[in-house]
């Protein structure tokens, strides 16, 4: 069964920068697409960052030039480095395939606080 872990989250000031990770169980994580997903409050869960087994990376609009996820298959993990935050990124940061498995298969999350 596929589990998640992330950690890395907190209370950063905007302009600040925090580097989120997640490690995933499972042997044949290496050929999964990855992604990073973010649930700000009273709002949905979104997509911000892609990163394919080839490790070709997109991103959301919101965070295209700030973030950047990237993937060492060999420790089943990625990482996203978050630059230059503002108060529009805080939430729940998930990592997860994509497209995301269902439900039962999502884990506790990240909080990321951006306030000064």
């Known amino acids: 069964q596929v589990q998640f872990v992330e950690s890395g989250g907190g209370l950063v000031q905007p302009g600040g920068s925090l580097r989120l990770s997640c490690t995933a169980s499972?042997?044949?994580?290496?050929?999964?697409?990855m992604g990073w997903y973010r649930q700000a409050p009273g709002k949905q869960r979104e997509l911000v960052a892609i990163?394919?087994?080839?490790?070709?990376?997109n991103y959301a609009d919101s965070v295209k030039g700030r973030f950047t996820i990237s993937r060492d298959n060999a420790k089943n993990t990625i990482y996203l480095q978050m630059n230059s935050v503002k108060p529009e990124d805080t939430g729940v940061y998930y990592c997860?395939?994509?497209?995301?498995?269902?439900?039962?298969?999502w884990g506790q999350g990240t909080q990321v606080t951006v306030s000064s």
């Open positions: 997860n395939k994509v497209p995301g498995l269902p439900s039962d298969y």
């Open positions: 499972g042997s044949i994580f290496s050929i999964y697409s």
């Open positions: 990163v394919t087994s080839g490790s070709i990376t």
